[in-house]
């Protein structure tokens, strides 16, 4: 560690030096290390009204630390206590930490080698269940982003010519940033990707028209709005693989129950009944219960996808510029 | 450094890992009204402090675990001097926790201290 730290002079340096030292870092940690720090500085600068910023923020790279002090706590710090906090992932540890205390450890994800165990074993994932869930949600919440983008946008545009033009883009691109972090909790909790839990650093400096300047060249708002309008079509395939796979496999899954009630001539696969054909009920049990699983592997691996797909366009953006 | 230092450095941070937690959760079990990042960190200053946190930065990712474990509960509420500030208060669960923790703590304190000064009770 080298003992000449450069000390900056503003807050907007300080939190410059900050970034600079996460370079690399998860950018979901990143944002939240920046809002973290912005919180300390600014309260701390509130305390002490009658000295100027550069001599605070001396005294508080000894309290709170120096940027790259504070980097290191971060990226130290976070993986320890999340080891610690988080409940084990998978169901299998679930299982095993059954005593209740021994769940806090380091979870070792291993593998089943077999691929029949690896095909059944998606039943005990909760991980799978929660994507399905996100599958079906999706298309409300894709309708949702998507009349709210259009709608904000068109409206924007629209009022650009009247005097509540530029307020009302002003508030409409704050929605966007606030449902941006709304759709990062719904993608951690339920795709389990790691998203930012506080809003992406804002510069307070600088006049109001600078700051819708800022909010317009910022690339994370073009791409949450992108994000947004995506959602229609996606949310749309999202449900319709999800309910179809699940509407099919319970079908097949239901030929046996419908046999025994005597609703057997109502069914028919291949120019013959079900009635005709008595014996189709366990091929057909067996290809819904197999459905089942395959609909569930389709959606952990959706889940994997679009989770990857919400880092990228929600997270990623601010924090490579 | 010398190698004291370097050793003295270590056992800081190893006692410092358990111990954040429990503070945290002790702070915020006798608040009476809820706390946010800056209010918490300044409670630190003075004596604990270099043992505990080495810097007040290391608090806030520790308050956000205690968060998203369900010890503490969060809300967000605007402020005229930087970001909206996130307040934090303690949660049922986080108070039986604390007690536990409480308990566990005292124990620890009691066997180290008989084995430090030494004593034998039989």
Same mark, same amino acid.
Not at chain 1, 267 to 279: D, G, I, K, R, Y
Not at chain 1, 280 to 297: N, R, Y
Not at chain 2, 40 to 57: C, D, H, M, Y
């Given at each position: 560690m080298s003992n000449i730290l450069q000390t900056p002079k503003t807050i907007p340096e300080y939190l410059e030096l900050l970034r600079a030292a996460l370079k690399g870092k998860d950018p979901a940690l990143v944002q939240d290390a920046l809002y973290d720090a912005e919180e300390y500085l600014r309260a701390?600068?509130?305390?002490?009204?009658?000295?100027?910023? $550069? !001599?605070?923020?001396?005294?508080?790279?000894?309290?709170?630390?120096?940027?790259?002090?504070?980097?290191?706590?971060?990226?130290?710090?976070?993986?320890?206590? !999340?080891?610690?906090?988080? !409940?084990?992932?998978?169901?299998?540890?679930? @299982?095993? !930490?059954?005593?209740?205390?021994?769940?806090?450890?380091? /979870?070792?994800?291993?593998?089943?080698?077999?691929?029949?165990?690896?095909?059944?074993?998606?039943?005990?994932?909760?991980?799978?269940?929660? $994507?399905?869930?996100?599958?079906?949600?999706?298309?409300? @919440?894709g309708i949702f982003y998507f009349t709210w983008a259009v709608t904000g946008l068109s409206l924007s545009l629209g009022f650009m010519i009247l005097i509540i033009g530029i307020p009302f883009a002003v508030l409409f691109m704050g929605s966007v940033w606030a449902l941006s972090l709304v759709e990062g909790r719904l993608v951690e909790t339920m795709l389990g990707v790691r998203m930012p839990r506080r809003p992406a650093y804002v510069n307070q400096e600088g006049g109001f028209l600078t700051r819708i300047k800022e909010i317009l060249v910022d690339p994370r708002t073009w791409a949450t709005l992108l994000y947004m309008l995506l959602m229609l079509p996606l949310g749309n395939i999202y449900f319709n693989i999800a309910f179809i796979g699940l509407i099919l496999s319970l079908s097949f899954l239901s030929a046996p129950f419908i046999y025994f009630l005597g609703y057997a001539d109502h069914v028919h696969l291949f120019n013959t009944s079900l009635a005709e054909q008595p014996w189709l009920v366990i091929p057909m049990f067996v290809i819904g219960a197999l459905g089942i699983f395959v609909t569930l592997h389709v959606a952990r691996g959706i889940g994997k996808l679009h989770g990857q797909l919400a880092k990228n366009l929600l997270v990623h953006t601010s924090a490579n510029s | 450094m010398t190698e004291t230092e370097i050793h003295l450095k270590k056992f800081q941070k190893e006692l410092s890992a358990g111990m954040v937690s429990l503070v945290l959760l002790g702070v915020l079990g006798q608040a009476t009204e809820p706390m946010y990042g800056y209010q918490i960190a300044k409670r630190f200053e003075g004596a604990g402090e270099a043992v505990l946190t080495g810097k007040q930065s290391a608090l806030y990712p520790v308050l956000r675990n205690l968060s998203a474990s369900g010890l503490l509960d969060s809300f967000v509420e605007p402020s005229v001097s930087g970001p909206p500030r996130?307040?934090?208060?303690? @949660?049922?669960?986080?108070?039986?926790?604390?007690?536990?923790?409480?308990?566990?703590?005292?124990?620890?304190?009691?066997?180290?201290? /008989?084995?430090?000064?030494?004593?034998?009770?039989?």
């Amino acid at each position: 560690m080298s003992n000449i730290l450069q000390t900056p002079k503003t807050i907007p340096e300080y939190l410059e030096l900050l970034r600079a030292a996460l370079k690399g870092k998860d950018p979901a940690l990143v944002q939240d290390a920046l809002y973290d720090a912005e919180e300390y500085l600014r309260a701390e600068l509130a305390e002490h009204p009658g000295q100027d910023e $550069a !001599s605070v923020l001396e005294k508080v790279s000894s309290s709170y630390g120096a940027p790259e002090e504070v980097a290191e706590i971060y990226s130290e710090r976070e993986v320890a206590v !999340s080891e610690a906090f988080r !409940s084990p992932r998978a169901s299998i540890q679930q @299982t095993q !930490s059954s005593a209740g205390v021994a769940s806090v450890g380091v /979870s070792v994800n291993k593998k089943p080698q077999n691929p029949i165990a690896w095909f059944f074993g998606v039943a005990a994932d909760p991980r799978a269940y929660a $994507a399905l869930f996100y599958m079906l949600l999706s298309l409300a @919440t894709g309708i949702f982003y998507f009349t709210w983008a259009v709608t904000g946008l068109s409206l924007s545009l629209g009022f650009m010519i009247l005097i509540i033009g530029i307020p009302f883009a002003v508030l409409f691109m704050g929605s966007v940033w606030a449902l941006s972090l709304v759709e990062g909790r719904l993608v951690e909790t339920m795709l389990g990707v790691r998203m930012p839990r506080r809003p992406a650093y804002v510069n307070q400096e600088g006049g109001f028209l600078t700051r819708i300047k800022e909010i317009l060249v910022d690339p994370r708002t073009w791409a949450t709005l992108l994000y947004m309008l995506l959602m229609l079509p996606l949310g749309n395939i999202y449900f319709n693989i999800a309910f179809i796979g699940l509407i099919l496999s319970l079908s097949f899954l239901s030929a046996p129950f419908i046999y025994f009630l005597g609703y057997a001539d109502h069914v028919h696969l291949f120019n013959t009944s079900l009635a005709e054909q008595p014996w189709l009920v366990i091929p057909m049990f067996v290809i819904g219960a197999l459905g089942i699983f395959v609909t569930l592997h389709v959606a952990r691996g959706i889940g994997k996808l679009h989770g990857q797909l919400a880092k990228n366009l929600l997270v990623h953006t601010s924090a490579n510029s | 450094m010398t190698e004291t230092e370097i050793h003295l450095k270590k056992f800081q941070k190893e006692l410092s890992a358990g111990m954040v937690s429990l503070v945290l959760l002790g702070v915020l079990g006798q608040a009476t009204e809820p706390m946010y990042g800056y209010q918490i960190a300044k409670r630190f200053e003075g004596a604990g402090e270099a043992v505990l946190t080495g810097k007040q930065s290391a608090l806030y990712p520790v308050l956000r675990n205690l968060s998203a474990s369900g010890l503490l509960d969060s809300f967000v509420e605007p402020s005229v001097s930087g970001p909206p500030r996130r307040y934090y208060q303690i @949660t049922e669960d986080g108070r039986a926790v604390l007690s536990e923790w409480m308990n566990t703590w005292n124990a620890t304190r009691g066997f180290v201290d /008989s084995i430090l000064k030494g004593d034998s009770h039989e």
